[in-house]
């Protein structure tokens, strides 16, 4: 069984445009009113976590403004269109295919390349913690939060467990001279 070369360089000339023209799928638009995917970036571990009432969530937003489009995506994809479209026809069909090719190409590649250097917008949040004041409740005449002890024994290190079983006992001071006011 004889494989053309004509047949060949149309097979990979078909496979290379399946695989740019998956490439040009818009960047998704996200709503503000909900969370984006956030690129994955190493948070520094905390000496402790702080445990309270949570008194505000505040979301942070940001975007990056992107880059112009340099002229590279639509030259690349100008010339790959236009070897494919070479591929297609004879005579003055082969010209027109090539054409729209080139055409074709360049418009992709453009839009492929502005896809890649657009705009991107981040969101993340930032909660503030509450402890140890009184908050008006229908449930007692005193309401605050405070840490669980145990949380205490979990802190990581010597120093940071010294400082919260300070602030811990801080905290029960509070209440104590609350209730006894």
Do not use: W
Not at 97 to 116: C, K, Q, Y
Not at 118 to 132: L, M
Not at 137 to 160: E, K, M, Q, Y
Request: glycine content about 10%.
């Amino acid at each position: 069984m004889k494989i053309s070369i004509r047949s060949l360089s149309v097979t990979a000339s078909l496979v290379a445009l399946a695989t740019l023209t998956a490439c040009v799928a818009p960047a998704p638009v996200y709503q503000t009113t909900q969370y984006p995917y956030q690129p994955v970036q190493p948070v520094a571990q905390g000496p402790y976590v702080e445990y309270g009432r949570v008194a505000n969530i505040e979301v942070i937003r940001s975007q990056t403004a992107g880059t112009p489009t340099t002229g590279g995506g639509a030259i690349a994809g100008g010339l790959l269109g236009g070897v494919l479209g070479n591929q297609i026809g004879s005579g003055n069909g082969r010209t027109a295919a090539t054409a729209l090719g080139v055409v074709g190409g360049d418009l992709l590649g453009n839009s492929v390349e502005a896809n890649r250097n657009g705009p991107r917008a981040y969101e993340s949040f930032r909660v503030s913690i509450q402890r140890a004041q009184f908050v008006p409740s229908n449930l007692a005449p005193f309401v605050t939060a405070t840490v669980h002890p145990s949380s205490i024994l979990r802190t990581p290190t010597d120093d940071a467990r010294r400082a919260e079983t300070a602030r811990f006992i801080d905290d029960l001071k509070k209440i104590r001279a609350a209730i006894e006011a």
